[in-house]
């Protein structure tokens, strides 16, 4: 798992969950209005289908997932909402993508340059690190809940194509088309996951420490805690006691 992965896991277990709850929603409800412009139906739109999913993990209210898909379809009215994907490097040369919804597109992208800028980084151009990553399902499971040979005989078979292990959790990767069927697998065995989701997974990792670690976790959680952004995706690879001192900080 990338350094990034780890680092929202812990920032995960250690936030305040009544306050995240809110932003959550938001972010959900924009995955979803996006994703519904190419079709209401979630059997015929994958990528609605996994919105609607994550959404129902998150205890979404049924209500709250059907009014956003139709302001979506155009259904109901609403701000135009515009989808921004954003691509840079922070301290170290560590690589990032963000993925931003927004109804003011200078605004969002004016204010993530100025983020980028303050932590030593600095935002590229299209197509500068997208290179670098590829597009999975990700699911995270907390090794004492399974073992790796029980968990592998339950998800092979569903489609999924590796399972890394990073030390304290199993890293279940598989094709974007085949995150629901993989995940289902996972939940009827019975089994918790941390997280689901299709994501940018980076090919390779980059190495930081010292002063670079500390910029690029900022640079991290100053972009997620941004309200326009909905993902943040990087190759960095920070040692996992560096990063559990830092959100304890």
Known sequence: MSGH???ATIK?????????RGRLFTRLIKEITIAARNGGDP???PRLRTAILAAKAASMPAENIRRAIMRGT?????????????EGYGPGG???????????????????????????GKLGEQGSVSRLFERKSQILIAQEKITEEELMAIVLDAGAEDIRNDGSHWEVLSPPEAHEAV??????????????QVAMIPLTTVRLEGKDAQQMLKLSEALEDHDDVQNVYANYDIDEQVMEALAQA
């Not at 560590?94 to 030593?120: C, M, P, W």
């Not at 995940?183 to 689901?196: F, M, P, R, W």
């Open 74 to 86: 155009g259904e109901l009215q609403g701000e135009q909402i515009e989808e921004v994907i954003l």
């Open 43 to 45: 059997d015929s739109n």
């Open 12 to 20: 995960h277990k250690k936030a305040a969950q009544d306050a995240k």
């Open 94 to 120: 560590a690589a990032l993508l963000v993925q931003a919804a927004t109804d003011n597109r200078n605004r969002t992208v004016s204010e993530i340059r100025h983020l980028f800028s303050k932590y030593g």
């Open 183 to 196: 995940l289902n697998a996972i939940q009827n065995a019975g089994i918790e996951t941390v997280s689901a």
């Open 5 to 7: 992965s780890k680092w």
